[in-house]
Structures are given as C-alpha cells and as structure tokens.
C-alpha cells in the first residue's frame, strides 16, 4: 500500500532505524490465570510485555495485525482499527484511532479502552508506544521479517486471545497453500528479479525485509539481497550489472506500466535489461500491494501471485 512504502521510505531516510530492528521469538508465558507474559527481542535487547486477561478489547494501529485477528477468529475482540483497514469489510466498519495525518491518536486509542494494542514496528513513532506504556496500556508490537514469523506471531495472538485453536488451523493452512505453490515451481530455475518499491531514487528491498523473503518462497532471486540494509537505494549502475529477468513494481510508486521502461526519461538505461526486453514487468494493482506489504493471513496471496508471474508454466 502506498502509505506503508512511504513509510519505510522515511523511516529509512529521516530516522535510519529500520535496518537495526530485530525481532525474535515472541515466547507467551501465562504467569498466573489471570495474565501472561510475551517476550521478544528488539535490537538485542530482551522486552517483555505482560497483558492481563482475559483480553476483551483490542485496538489495531495496523491493517496487518487486524487481519491476523480476523483471521484466527479474534476479530470480535477489535473495538478500534485505522482508516487504512480494507480486510476483512467488518475491518472497515469499526472506529478509527487516527489523526487527519495517519498517525496514531493517542487519545482517541485510550478512549477505546483498550486492554491491548497492536502496533507495527517502524509505522508507529516510538513515543506513542512509550505514552501508551506509561499509561498502563500493554502494547504489542509486530515486524515480522518472514514468513515464519507470521506463523509465530499468529500463534502468539492465538495464545493472547484464547483463540489457539483458530490460530493453528490458520497457520496450517497457511502453510499448506505455500507448500503447494513450493512444489509447483521446484523444477523450474529461480528468475532474478527487482522490486521496486520507488523510482527516483530507486527503493528496493534487501535482506531482512520481509517482501525479500516473498521473493525467494515464490522462486525468485533478489538482485538486492546481498545489499547492506533492508530497503535499500540500489543504483542504475547496478541494476544494469545485474541485469533482472523481471521486475515487479509496487503501487503508489506513479508507474502504471512497463512504458515507464520503454519510453520515459531512462528508457536508454532500461533497453537492455532482460526483464524490460522480454516484457516481463509487473505493475502491481492496489490490492496487490497490500497482499504483498502488509504481513499476515494474505501473504499467501502475494506468494501466489509472485509465482505465477516468474514461473507461469508451473501454473498452467
């Protein structure tokens, strides 16, 4: 989606945070009957967040963290989302907690009463974390950087929630669809590609970012994956020495079509790549941006459509 590209984008620029964060293994630890404890790593450091239950209200400053309830079967507990929400359609109905800006309101998250928050890392300043903390409100906050860690977080929010068993036959199924696209394109060679998230400078994604490892579960190889940050600038120089087998172009970014290559100011530069010789570009729809942005019960989605675009012979 084209706030959350955005967001990295400034995160990156203006704070240059978003490559030191590190999320471990949430570990949920009931305490007592009546709370529990889940505990993660963030930039080397061990945080725990206790949340008393059972929990019976829950904000969501994130699409990705609405969805990942909904789809364990906790969405009745959500009191609150953003304006951002678009899945499921009762996502849309509920009350936002937001500023005209996009950004978080406190007051209006404390006014919802909420016995837990959910934030996304690197979306949400810091210091409304910090505020909503110092008011006794338990935050938890989300950053998967993989697949794996969707699975994790989902059980985690299953554990939290006493939705465990809606958390697990989410997982598998999850897994199950993800497997069978895997075995689908096993025979056939991975195809390198770029994702851009921006064109001028060009954004990309590297290591430790969670579309890389779409990239490579859909059969691709990240041009940008031995690159120094997760969303990296990569140059035109590069590019051409890499020369990708496909592109994949991320909404929001003002590029509609593979015309961009053919026929706009760089055209000279793009003429010789692969991907833009053979037509292989992919401009991606709203819809799937979100599927591919936002981590959580959809990615299959974006796994799925990845692979159908770089090994269309393994779907027909």
Do not use: C
């Not at 969805?67 to 009191?79: K, S, Y």
């Not at 993989?146 to 989410?170: P, R, S």
């Amino acid at each position: 989606m084209e706030r959350r590209t955005i967001a990295i984008i400034v995160t990156v620029v203006v704070i240059a945070v978003i490559s030191s964060v590190a999320f471990g293994i949430r570990t949920p630890q009931p305490t007592s009957p009546d709370k529990i404890t889940v505990t993660y790593d963030l930039d080397g450091q061990n945080v725990s967040v206790t949340i008393p239950l059972p929990v019976k209200r829950v904000v969501s400053m994130d699409p990705s963290n609405t969805q990942m309830m909904f789809a364990i079967g906790a969405g009745n507990l959500v009191v609150a989302d953003t304006s951002y929400d678009w899945w499921p359609e009762n996502a849309t109905k509920l009350p936002k907690v937001e500023m005209d800006n996009g950004t978080a309101s406190v007051e209006e998250v404390v006014a919802m009463n909420p016995d837990l928050v959910l934030a996304y890392g690197g979306i949400q300043p810091p210091q409304i974390i910090d505020q909503l903390e110092n008011l006794s409100i338990p935050v938890l906050v989300f950053q998967p950087q993989n697949i794996q860690q969707i699975y994790q977080d989902m059980l985690v929010l299953g554990n939290v929630t006493g939705h465990q068993k809606g958390a697990v036959n989410e997982v598998n199924s999850m897994k199950q669809k993800i497997e069978g696209v895997e075995q689908k394109i096993a025979p056939y060679p991975k195809v390198s590609v770029l994702y851009m998230l921006w064109p001028n400078p060009i954004y990309t994604v590297g290591p430790g970012s969670f579309i890389n490892n779409i990239l490579q579960v859909a059969g691709g190889i990240n041009i940008a994956q031995n690159l120094s940050s997760p969303y990296p600038i990569i140059s035109m120089e590069q590019i051409i020495y890499d020369n990708p087998q496909a592109i994949i172009v991320d909404n929001g970014t003002g590029i509609n079509n593979i015309s961009y290559f053919e026929s706009g100011s760089q055209a000279v530069l793009w003429a010789n790549i692969t991907a833009v010789k053979t037509g292989m570009v992919m401009v991606f729809n709203v819809t799937e941006s979100n599927w591919m942005d936002e981590p959580g019960p959809l990615t299959v989605y974006a796994v799925i459509t990845v692979a159908e675009f770089l090994h269309p012979q393994a779907f027909q």
